[in-house]
């Protein structure tokens, strides 16, 4: 086995939530983003990007569809004799069979893979940010200091601090303190859950607090290493950086990409986003139908309006019909002479004809007014809108629903529909 300077471990086990009736059966890392990519494709093509060709993808909720995403890795030039992308999911041992119940445990359950490649540096990443990264650059910086430890960290706005870890460095960007999700910020520079480790140090503080509940590397792993007075420093970066974590970040992000000079841009020739692609006939724009500011995926047949949307691969948008301010994602049918306006269709929906999404007041949702607002319609994968229906904001509707679910033909705003199985 080739000895590897660094080696990626991408964490995308994470459930996300938040984000509703959009993961109760897909896993965050693996849900579409921009019409054509998931969201695993950005931290996957940052690898191979920075040169990283070993990457270690930690699996866990519902991965199927990430394990076939993924598969050997071809997309990302990831399908190596030598390294490449490997899928860890939890195993069974011999003494106990355990789900990985942290970050930093689910790093320290894979210590043999690591321990293959013998790294100087284990670069830990999360699966689900959208940005792009040269991991090359943070590694110079980790080397040039010294460091046991570094840290990227983003500037943000002090109001929103308090849902990160904090880091505060002195002049030479030397981390003095490090605080986990504080309640009073005294520094508005936020750890990004990206760390370069140097293999040594990450290998002892994982064997050393082992034991720990849940243990995790922002309340574990950091403040031991702290404790030992390794060399932390923090890395700033200041490019496009978007956790879509939550329902109303995760439109705003897509929403952002159809901006005339879009702050993120996918089609950049040196920094390529790489996903796995279909084979599947080109996009079809009928005669009537009216395309404004919009991404529209690959064997779409669009037939009607189309304003400010993102829409996903083989999705069928019907006669008379207008889709506005909306992610339609892969293989949904939209039907004919329905309104959609500010919605967040998953994958294989079906929408009937003469419905009408996104009307009326903003009312707080009933089920989770945390998870369902910023005024969108949710509706999970493989549900079903019947003809003729009107649904108001701040909803989520998962399953085969029928007009029986719908009294007079109308959910109101805030109201949920989740059909008996579905997940919340």
């Known amino acids: 086995m080739i000895k590897k300077e660094m080696i990626a471990m991408l964490l995308a086990g994470g459930q996300g939530s938040r984000l509703g009736v959009l993961t109760a059966d897909v896993a965050k890392p693996a849900v579409s983003f921009g019409g054509k990519y998931r969201i695993i494709d950005f931290p996957l093509s940052n690898c191979i990007n920075s040169g990283i060709d070993t990457v270690g993808v930690l699996t866990q909720y519902q991965p199927l569809r990430l394990n076939t995403h993924i598969g050997i ?40 893979y ?37 840290i990227a960290t983003m500037p943000v706005p002090l109001e929103e601090a308090s849902r990160f870890g904090i880091v505060i460095a002195d002049e030479d960007k030397r981390i003095t ?29 994982l064997i050393a607090m082992k034991d720990q509940q849940s243990c995790d590397f922002g309340k574990h792993i950091i403040p031991y290493c702290f404790e030992h007075q390794k060399r932390m420093f923090a890395y700033e970066f200041n490019g496009y950086w978007k956790d879509v974590g939550t329902l109303g970040s995760y439109w705003e992000a ?6 005339l000079i879009p702050e993120f841009n996918l089609y950049e020739e ?29 064997a779409s047949e669009i037939y009607g309006t189309v304003i400010n949307s993102v829409i996903g691969p083989n999705v069928q948008i019907g006669r008379g019909t207008v889709v506005r301010d909306s992610i339609i994602m892969k293989d949904t049918v939209i039907g004919e002479n329905t309104n ?42 493989n549900s079903v809108i019947p003809d003729g229906v009107k649904i108001g904001k ?25 059909k008996a199985g579905d997940n919340k």
């Open 254 to 259: 897509n929403m952002e990409l159809i901006d």
């Open 394 to 418: 701040n909803t989520a509707i998962s399953g085969v629903t029928d007009k029986s679910d719908y009294p007079d033909n109308v959910l109101l705003g805030g109201e949920v529909i989740i």
């Open 73 to 112: 890795g071809i997309p990302w030039d990831l399908d190596r004799n030598n390294g490449g992308v490997t899928v860890l999911p939890p195993y069974e041992r011999s003494t106990n069979s355990e789900w990985y119940t942290g970050t930093a445990n689910a790093i320290y359950q894979n210590l043999r």
């Open 340 to 381: 959609i306006t500010k919605a967040i269709v998953a994958e294989n929906c079906r929408v009937g004809n003469q419905a009408e999404l996104g009307i009326g007041e903003e009312a707080p949702n009933k089920l989770n007014a945390s998870i369902y607002s910023f005024g969108l319609v949710t509706i999970g994968e």
């Open 270 to 298: 040196y920094w390529k986003i790489y996903t796995k692609c279909d084979t599947i006939e080109p996009q079809y724009i009928a005669s009537e139908a009216y395309i404004e500011k919009s991404i529209i995926g690959e």
């Open 114 to 150: 690591m321990e293959t490649y013998n790294p100087d540096y284990v670069l830990i990443l999360s699966g689900d940010h959208i940005y792009k990264m040269d991991y090359e650059v943070m590694l110079d910086f980790h080397k040039e200091n010294h460091a046991d430890v570094t």
């Open 177 to 205: 303190e490090f605080e986990e999700k504080p309640q009073n910020p005294r520094s508005n520079l936020a750890s990004m859950g990206i760390y370069i480790f140097s293999w040594p140090v990450l290998r002892d503080a």
